[in-house]
T-cell receptor, first 112, second 117 residues
Framework: RKEVEQDPGPFNVPEGATVAFNCTYS??????FFWYRQDCRKEPKLLMS???SGNEDGRFTAQLNRASQYISLLIRDSKLSDSATYLC?????????????FGTGTRLKVLA | NAGVMQNPRHLVRRRGQEARLRCSPM?????VYWYRQLPEEGLKFMVY????????ESGMPKERFSAEFPKEGPSILRIQQVVRGDSAAYFC???????????????FGPGTRLTVL
């Protein structure tokens, strides 16, 4: 089983739609979680950290479910500019806080 | 405020040649990480360095790959005798420190795309 798994998509949604992605992780002791965004052939950019209590930043909401070992990202009122690949990042507790484990990403296409 | 800088952005090498990839961390960051992204795959951790020290190279292939972060100048990822399978995007990231709220956030450079012919 992969350490971090994501549905590769693509998720094709119309502008204005709400879309959600999940990311599952295998190490129950994982301590830190992030969502990064990667545009085609560009570097990953931090979208948001994921806290135990969940967090929201504008149209984006991230949740952590430790019992089921997954994190989620919800995007409301999708914009064309949201089209990108969304990367889930997990930091396992045993590796030190620097060894990011990336999922392969979920591709989102927002359609006009 | 410059972000993480990498050069070259694109590098073409023939099999058997050497590739040198450079990374200058963000101002104020003393921790550097290298990741490799193969086509259609996620980023994979390669190595973590501080100035003049390799902290963790557990993700580096045992042969042909080396990394350094000298006291002065950028971090260098060196690949000797490149093979076609080395073709990938190599990303460098930096942080202020590997631990503590906010300080371990890694910021990525634009990457170097290596193509081996």
């Amino acid at each position: 089983r992969k350490e971090v798994e994501q549905d590769p998509g693509p998720f094709n949604v119309p502008e204005g739609a709400t879309v959600a992605f999940n990311c599952t992780y295998s190490n129950s002791a994982s301590q830190s979680f992030f969502w990064y965004r990667q545009d085609c052939r560009k570097e990953p950019k931090l979208l948001m950290s994921v806290y135990s209590s969940g967090n929201e930043d504008g149209r984006f909401t991230a949740q952590l479910n430790r019992a089921s070992q997954y994190i989620s990202l919800l995007i409301r009122d999708s914009k064309l500019s949201d089209s990108a690949t969304y990367l889930c990042v997990v930091i396992p507790a045993t590796s030190g806080t620097y060894k990011y484990i990336f999922g392969t990403g979920t591709r989102l296409k927002v359609l006009a | 405020n410059a972000g993480v800088m990498q050069n070259p952005r694109h590098l073409v090498r023939r099999r058997g040649q050497e590739a040198r990839l450079r990374c200058s961390p963000m101002k104020g960051h003393s921790h550097v990480y290298w990741y490799r992204q193969l086509p259609e795959e996620g980023l994979k951790f390669m190595v973590y360095l501080q100035k003049e020290n390799i902290i963790d190279e557990s993700g580096m292939p045992k042969e042909r790959f080396s990394a350094e972060f000298p006291k002065e100048g950028p971090s260098i990822l060196r690949i000797q005798q490149v093979v076609r399978g080395d073709s990938a995007a190599y990303f460098c990231a930096s942080s202020t420190a590997p631990g503590g709220a906010g300080t371990d956030t890694q910021y990525f450079g634009p990457g170097t795309r290596l193509t081996v012919l």
